[in-house]
């Protein structure tokens, strides 16, 4: 399969269940290691390095099941996010509530997520739909210009799912998104351009009208999705 | 967001009463046991702290933390008995522990952090058994089953300080183990202290966060080391011998058994281990032969009803306490209190009797809580499983009681937080609490939530 995602677009892919959206994601963000193949970000070959050094240069991921700290307080959940983008590192010589940019970034994004009266509140015992938030949160919070999103909406009620869509909207301003998603009201209000795997294969990549007009994509997905729907 | 200062009034208050504490220790408890007791007491919280680095910090079971412990131990005391060629001042003997135990770390953390969880906890119980099996090996650096003595008074010293007085040696402890756990404190609260709590949480996610969980418990295990080093030169220092004993299997079940009795949940839970388990151990070793029955029996009830060990009790109460409700949990507490102690006495009843029909051969009566009886005797064995049996159902109900005062409690303090409008504490009381004390969670609960 060969997919190009363009600097600063909303890209999402669809595919039937099994077709390999979240292996892709793995792969990607070398959660898995591909036996051959080549992966690019920014025209450098990041096809072998590890998932911290591929976060390292400026790519962060969600999860599609929820992939939190549970015991830390929301607070520390997005500061962990921040930490090595600020080139905190490994310092034991610092306090880390003494780091203000850490302090401040985080709370910005907590601010963003809806989540301030939840800032001091394990992450473990939150509602389903604060994790989720909280899951973009944390990929979102060292500021990364590409952003992987498996699923964000999965399992959420229609509110919930507007309420990520507009947080989505909100944070992944001027950086280029990449999202695996279920939904197609999702998909195709947000997406700027669509890729369509099926089988490990890209079938079709397009602007939403151009996938939607597509035979072959209707034939092998949407028909049966709209179907669904 | 205001940086939070750095010395706070109740910083200032807490840290100042733990150094009084030490201060003032011996001149209460002056009597030479009391005082050695208290030296013990002190080297045993230095290494608990450290080994709580490792299982309440970044969620790593050792089996084998006497390793550094041992080795520092013995490092100090060949530092000690090198004085002539390499004088070191006493005073600064226990770093010497420190950086052995450090160097340790670099070697034995590079090949057992690479992976954490059931791999971690087995190769570190090989790597102690591989350090126990040497020490037999090497007699010149281990010196055998007499172990390798040292004299710590090497010369008039500075001040008259010689620590030929135990009254000095506990000084000396008092001083690197204020300077260690205000160390292993403040490490706690650095980004790397913080990022090994994600790594304990949640090794895989911690990596898409721009972190090597490797390089994390590599980290955190060589300064554990460390301290765990600096707690085996004190003991060198202050037993003036150190034997196989030190780094054996043993001494790793003993720092294990104080950090999860104490609390691994709380910064302070394994002082409150090393304290108690240090008494118990030699109050309870000179009453009777049956001791590490008891503390076996001890450490299966403390991880069965309190897995999150003494801290956690206190937590919980701080909180029904600051509310002013301790008042209603109290009577069913005392209610619990007299069949506990009927179960305890019936337990006790048994082990003895049972002990001494092994060992006193010929004899036919024994002293029991004051009374004379025969072990052999159907009475009093009736008599034990009767108080067991009857004291163990009574105690059911009481902890039922128990239950219900707690359900009270704990409805009364959400209505209160949210009536305050403070949504930060409104989370069911009982669900932060087994997040906090939970052992190894591994991230496994935010996992199954989305199942």
Known sequence: MNLEVRAGERHAIIGPNGAGKSTLFNLVSALFHPTRGRIELKGEDITH????????????????????????????????????????????????????????????????????????TPAGVLSYAEQRALEIGITIASGADVILLDEPTAGMSRSETDEVVALIRRVTHGKTLVMVEHDMGVVFGLADRISVLVYGQIIATG??????????????????SFAHA | MITPPLVTRRRLAVWGAFLAMLIAGPLIFNKGFALSLLCQIGIMTVFALSYNMLLGHTGLLSFGHAVYYGLGAFSTVHALNMHAALPIPVTLLPLVGGVAGLALGVIFGYVSTKKAGTTFSMISLGIGEMVAAMS?????????????????????????????????????????????????????????GRMANAVRDNPERSQFVGYNPQRVRFLMLVLSGFFAGVAGGLAALNYEIVTAETLSAHTSGAVILMAVVGGVGQYYGPIIGAALITVLQIAVSSVTQAWMLYFGLFFVGMVLYVPGGIASIIVRHERVWSAGLLRRLVPTYLLATVPALVMTAGVVAMVEMAYAIVDSIGYTTMRLFGVLLNPKGLGPWAGAVLALVVSALLLRLAARAIGARWQDVNTELLTREKSHGDDAGAAPVRGVEELRTGVDHQGSESRSTSG
């Open chain 1, 207 to 224: 602007s939403p009208a151009e996938i939607r007009a597509n035979p072959t994509v209707q034939e092998a997905y949407l028909g049966k």
């Open chain 2, 136 to 192: 037999l090996m090497f007699p010149a650096f281990f010196g055998g089953e007499g172990g390798i003595s040292g004299n710590r008074v090497t010369g008039a010293g500075l001040f008259g300080i010689t620590y030929g007085p135990q009254r000095q040696m506990y000084y000396l402890i008092a001083g690197w183990g204020f300077l260690s756990v205000l160390a292993m404190y403040a490490l706690s609260e650095t980004p790397l």
């Open chain 1, 49 to 120: 390095l590890k998932p911290y050094e591929i976060n390292r240069k400026g790519l962060s991921r969600s999860f599609q099941l929820t992939n939190i700290f549970p015991r830390l307080t929301v607070f520390d959940n997005v500061r962990c996010g921040v930490l090595w983008s600020l080139g905190y590192r490994y310092s034991i010589w610092r306090r880390i509530s003494a780091l203000r940019n850490a302090a401040d970034r985080a709370d910005e994004v907590i601010d963003q997520l809806g989540l301030k009266r939840r800032r001091n």
